[in-house]
Structure formats: C-alpha cells, structure tokens
C-alpha cells in the first residue's frame, strides 16, 4: 500500500510538501503529475538505498525529493509553485533498480493529491 499526504491551494510563488509512504520495501518511489486535459508526466525520484536523484527538467531547481529514513517517508518539496504546475500529484514505487528512473516501470501506486497554484 503507498500512501499520500499534503498537497493544497496555494498562490504563485508558495511552497508545498508532498509524503509518500510504503507499507514494503521498494528500490525507488517516483513522483508523477497529471494537469487537466494533459498526459501524467514525470516530475522527481528517489532512490531509496543509495538516495539518488532524478529530476523533470520543468522543476529541477524549485522542486527537491527526498527520503526521511526515520519516517519511511519519501518527501517532494515544490518552491516558487507556478500555475502550471496545477495537477493530481502521484507516487509510486518500483521493485525494479535501474540507474534511470526517468524511465523505469512504477508498479504500486497511490491515491493522488490535488496541488492548486493561483495566479
């Protein structure tokens, strides 16, 4: 079971914290987004041994994703949200390692958490 918690309306210029967090191990958890009308994309992971990182090009630099190894708990920290950055925010985790995670298969998803950025 992965499981979400934060998310939020906030203005242009906030910040916002997203958690995740498995009931198993998992090689990485993932960070996804889904805006309106658009296809779910991308947007950080994490490695949860070894603590690498990868990041969408849209957010390197304002988004960090990080794990809390006391917690069990995988973070995304969103700065200077934008309005494009509006959507159902996802994680998910994988069993399979891979040095990309850009492109490894996430198989255990959660609920999803609405990010709201007002202009």
């Known amino acids: 079971q992965v499981v979400q918690s934060g998310g939020g309306l906030v203005q242009a210029g906030d910040s916002l914290r997203l958690s995740c967090t498995a009931s198993?191990?998992?090689?990485?958890m993932g960070w996804f987004r889904q805006a309106p009308g658009k296809e779910r994309e991308f947007v950080a992971a994490?490695?949860?041994?070894?603590?690498?990182?990868d990041y969408a090009d849209s957010v390197k630099g304002r988004f960090i994703v990080s794990r809390d190894v006391y917690k069990d708990t995988v973070n995304l920290q969103m700065t200077n949200l934008q309005p494009d950055d509006t959507a159902v925010y996802y994680c998910?985790?994988?069993?399979?390692?891979?040095?990309?995670?850009?492109?490894?298969?996430?198989?255990?998803w959660g609920q999803g958490t609405q990010a709201t950025v007002s202009s």
């Open positions: 998910a985790a994988t069993l399979t390692s891979s040095r990309n995670l850009t492109i490894v298969t996430y198989t255990y």
């Open positions: 198993f191990g998992y090689y990485a």
């Open positions: 994490i490695a949860w041994r070894a603590g690498t990182t």
